[in-house]
């Protein structure tokens, strides 16, 4: 707009001061154009600077937007790191807390480990004797038909036949072909002084015949004291080891529903086993105070 009202200014002042129309016409057209050429360059410029300043506000907006995401990260990062922080510090307290705990176990881990071997020597020294008598037993005894011997950690058995060792129908006396196994069987006891003799008797579940036994019980009693009796009046072993008792039907070994399964379950049982007494109180001896 100056541009123009320049433009017309100057053409006014050339009229005024007598100047030919022509030369004014040329002039005029002259500048129209520089006009005209400076009014373009001013729309570009002020195209350029329209460019350059909604730029810059861009730039602008993109500079604070970052700003804003690196603030939000920096706060981001100064948690995590108070979260290491807690961490190392828990971690420091767990790992001595751990580290006393692991002092403790393996405290308590070595004092279990010593009672453990206490406890199997104490089974070596009981067991140990037992073995002995349970294989000098079976090599002894290894021609005698259907006896049966048996081992455990603290005791072995010796199972008789009753048919061995009583006629049928006879419950007190035990038959004298029977003596020799039994004088056998009192030897080896003999050796053995430490150890106790359980005499048990017992019966199939056969009704029982004899009027003056209520029942095979009583039948398995009396037929376990005669045992006992002839293992001390025979053998003299000690009466203070011998204990008789008996077991009737009501511990059988085999079923009762075959011949040869009664056959089995009539008999008389010798538990020879280390005294209760002295093994508890070796056993107490270990327990820890």
């Not at 705990?101 to 279990?112: F, M």
């Not at 072909?177 to 056998?184: E, Q």
Request: include cysteine; hydrophobic fraction near 40%; charged fraction near 25%.
């Amino acid at each position: 707009m100056k541009l123009i009202f320049f433009f017309i200014l100057f053409s006014f002042c050339l009229f005024s001061c007598g100047i030919p129309k022509k030369d004014v016409l040329l002039l005029e057209d002259k500048y129209k154009n520089e006009l005209i050429k400076l009014d373009s360059q001013l729309v570009d410029q002020r195209s350029i600077n329209y460019s350059l300043t909604l730029d810059n506000y861009k730039k602008q907006g993109s500079v604070s937007a970052y700003e804003s995401v690196q603030k939000v990260y920096l706060d981001r990062l100064d948690s995590l790191q108070n979260e290491i922080d807690k961490l190392n510090k828990n971690s420091s307290l767990s790992q001595n807390f751990l580290s006393d705990n692991i002092d403790s176990l393996e405290t308590k881990l070595a004092n279990q480990y010593l009672f453990t071997q206490s406890i199997l020597n104490y089974w070596t020294k009981f067991n140990s004797p037992v073995g002995k008598l349970s294989a000098i037993l079976k090599d002894s005894l290894a021609s005698e038909e259907n006896v049966i011997i048996e081992e455990s950690t603290l005791y072995c058995s010796i199972s008789i036949p009753m048919e061995k060792l009583f006629k049928p129908f006879v419950t007190q006396v035990v038959d004298p072909t029977a003596m020799p196994l039994l004088g056998k069987i009192s030897e080896i006891l003999l050796l053995f002084p430490a150890f106790t003799i359980q005499v048990i008797g017992h019966t199939d579940n056969a009704i029982q015949q004899n009027k003056k036994l209520p029942d095979n019980w009583d039948l398995s009693v009396l037929r376990a004291s005669a045992v006992s009796k002839a293992l001390v009046e025979e053998w003299q072993l000690s009466p203070s080891r011998i204990l008789a008792a008996g077991k009737g039907e009501f511990s059988p070994m085999k079923s009762n529903e075959t011949p040869e399964g009664k056959a089995l379950n009539r008999r008389i049982e010798l538990v020879v086993s280390l005294r209760t007494e002295d093994i508890l109180r070796d056993y107490r001896k270990l327990l820890p105070k």
